[in-house]
C-alpha cells in the first residue's frame, strides 16, 4: 500500500494507463491539426477527433455524434451552455431555473446573467440533498428558457432525479441542460431516455486528462441553438472556435470507452468499499451524521460529519490520506459549505464535514487503513474537544450562549 | 495550505490538554468561540494564594492553527502572574506560531480566551470577598 492514500476523486482521478498510451502518438506521430483538410497529416487527426465524438456521444446516449462540441472542461462547458441559451433565446423569455446547490461553474454563470437583466430562479433541495421535481415544475414560467440541474453533486455525492425533471421541461417546452461531470459513466445518465437537451462533461473525473471537456447539444427535437462565446475559426459547428485538442480528446474517448465496457462493474466493486467505509465509521463512532440521501448517491461519495471535531484539524490528523471537507477553515471565504447549508445542516456540523472520494484505484486495504486512522483520530480530537465534553455531560449545546465572532 | 513547523508540532503534541473544576476558587474558566463559526476555546487556569498561575488547561474545537494556539497559551501562562498573563497578545501568539493572515483569528480567540479565564478568576475572588465581608 502507498502513502498518501488519494481519496478524493471528485476533485480529480489519476489518468489511466491506457488512456496515456492511447494520447502518445498525437504527440508527435500523428500531430496534426484537425482543421488542416488539405493533407494527411490533418486527415488522420481529424478521423481520431470523429472517433473520439462517436464514443462520447455513445457515453451519453446521444444520437448524433455531431451533438457533441469539444470544450476545454467542464466549466467552459456550463459556460456555453448557459451563456449561448441565454443570448439566443432571450427574445422568447428572460427565465432561468437551477438549484441552489450547483457548481460554481453554472451558479456564477447564472449571477452573471442576473447582472445582465435575466431572472434566475434558485430551486431549494431537501435534507437529502434531492432536487423535488415539483419544484422545478412551480417555478417554470411562460418566460422560462432554460434549466439547469447537476446529474451529481460534487460534494454529498447526491444523484438528481433528471428523468422527472427532463419530462416536465419537455413537455413545457423549456431547454434542459445538466451538468453532468460527476455522474457520468457511474450513474445511469442518457439524454434521449431523460431528455435532456444540453449536457456537461470532462474528462479527468473519469480517468482521462485535464483540460478536455465537451458540451452535448442536441440537435433534432427540439434543436437547441446557441451563441457561441469564443469568436475564430468556427470550429465545432460554429459553437466553440479553436484548434482541437487531439491527444486530449483521443484520451477523453478512451476513457470513455473504458467506462463503457467497465463502468457498471466497476460502480459496484467502488459502492461495495463506500459501504464498507461507512459501516466502519458510523459503527465504531458515536454521533456521527452521513450527509445527503444514501439511496440516490454516487458509489464513490461518503461525505460525513463527526460531530464536535472540526474539519481541518481532522484533515490534519489524517495527513496521509487525501481528503476535502466543508469545512470554512479549507477555504479561502471562511464561509462552510453552501451545499450544506442548503441542505438545512447547521454551521457547527457542516465545520465537521468530511468528503472521501472513492475510486478506480481505491484497494480494501486502502478503506482498512483509512477506517482505523479516521476512528483514531476523531477519538483524539474529541477527547480535546471542549464541545464533546460537554455533550458528555449532558449539556445541550443549542442552549449554550455562545460569543460569536 | 501548509502549516508552519511550530503548528504541527503543537498540533501533533498538544500541551496541557484537559480539564480543571471550573467550581474551584483558584480557578478561571475561559470559554469563547461558537460552534457555528468552527472554533471554540476553552482555557482555564489555576491561581495560588500568591497570584501566579500553577496550572493551565485547554480544550479546543478548530482548525490546526486554534489548537497550536491555545496550547501555546497554556505553556506561556504556567509561572506568569495574573498581570503579566494580561500582558500576552494575539500578535504575540501569531508570531511564534508563523500564522498566515487567514489564521490569525485563531490567536485572537486565544487571547479573548486567556482575558476571559482571567475576568472569571477575579469575579470569583470578588465574590469571595464580598462573602468574608472584607
Sequence with gaps: ?405 | MAYSEKVIEHYENPRNVGTLDKNDEHVGTGLVGAPACGDVMRLQIKVSDAGVIEDAKFKTFGCGSAIASSSLATEWLKGKTIDEAEQIKNSMIAEELHLPPVKIHCSVLAEDAIKSAIADFRSKQTAKKALSGQ
Design chain 1, 1 to 405: 500500500m502507498q502513502i498518501p492514500i488519494y481519496m478524493d476523486y471528485h476533485a480529480t482521478t489519476p489518468v489511466d494507463p491506457r488512456v496515456v498510451e492511447a494520447m502518445l502518438p498525437y504527440f508527435n506521430a500523428k500531430f496534426g491539426n484537425a482543421a488542416s483538410r488539405s493533407h494527411a497529416f490533418g486527415w488522420t487527426a481529424e478521423e481520431a477527433v470523429s472517433r473520439s465524438r462517436e464514443i462520447l456521444a455513445k457515453l451519453v446516449g446521444a444520437s448524433n455524434p455531431k451533438e457533441i462540441v469539444f470544450t476545454s472542461g467542464a466549466t467552459e462547458s456550463d459556460n456555453l451552455a448557459i451563456k449561448g441559451v441565454a443570448e439566443l433565446y432571450k427574445e422568447k423569455g428572460n427565465h432561468i431555473v437551477t438549484t441552489v446547490i450547483e457548481h460554481k461553474a453554472v451558479l456564477d454563470t447564472c449571477k452573471r446573467l442576473e447582472k445582465q437583466g435575466f431572472e434566475v430562479t434558485y430551486v431549494p433541495v431537501g435534507k437529502d440533498g434531492l432536487v423535488d421535481p415539483d419544484d422545478v415544475a412551480k417555478a417554470i414560467t411562460d418566460k422560462t428558457i432554460l434549466v439547469s440541474v447537476m446529474l451529481a453533486n460534487n460534494e454529498v455525492g447526491t444523484v438528481q432525479p433528471i428523468a422527472e425533471i427532463g419530462k416536465i421541461t419537455r413537455s413545457r417546452g423549456v431547454l434542459l441542460h445538466s451538468d453532468a461531470v460527476q455522474g457520468v459513466g457511474k450513474v445511469p445518465f442518457d439524454v434521449e431516455a431523460m431528455h435532456v437537451d444540453l449536457a456537461s462533461i470532462t474528462a479527468h473525473k473519469m480517468y482521462g486528462p485535464k483540460g478536455v471537456g465537451a458540451l452535448y447539444v442536441r440537435r433534432s427535437k427540439p434543436r437547441v441553438r446557441l451563441v457561441a462565446t469564443m469568436d475564430g475559426g468556427g470550429h465545432e459547428f460554429g459553437m466553440r472556435s479553436g484548434t482541437l485538442n487531439v491527444p486530449g480528446i483521443v484520451g477523453f474517448a478512451k476513457a470513455a470507452q473504458i467506462m463503457l465496457e467497465e463502468g457498471r462493474a466497476e460502480s459496484e466493486r467502488i459502492l461495495a468499499l463506500r459501504e464498507k467505509l461507512r459501516r466502519r465509521i458510523t459503527g465504531e463512532l458515536e454521533e456521527v451524521f452521513v450527509n445527503g440521501s444514501l439511496e440516490h448517491r454516487l458509489p464513490g461519495n461518503l461525505n460525513v460529519s463527526f460531530a464536535f471535531v472540526e474539519g481541518e484539524a481532522l484533515i490534519m490528523a489524517i495527513k496521509d490520506v487525501a481528503v476535502s471537507s466543508g469545512s470554512a477553515c479549507t477555504s479561502a471565504s471562511l464561509e462552510p459549505s453552501y451545499v450544506l447549508h442548503a441542505m438545512g445542516i447547521g454551521d457547527d456540523l457542516a465545520h465537521s464535514s468530511i468528503r472521501f472520494g472513492l475510486g478506480r484505484f481505491t484497494t480494501e486495504e486502502e478503506v482498512d487503513y483509512v477506517a482505523d486512522l479516521v476512528i483514531r483520530k476523531v477519538n483524539k480530537l474529541r477527547e480535546m474537544s471542549p464541545l464533546y465534553e460537554m455533550h458528555k455531560e449532558g449539556i445541550d449545546l443549542a442552549s449554550v450562549q455562545w460569543a460569536a465572532h
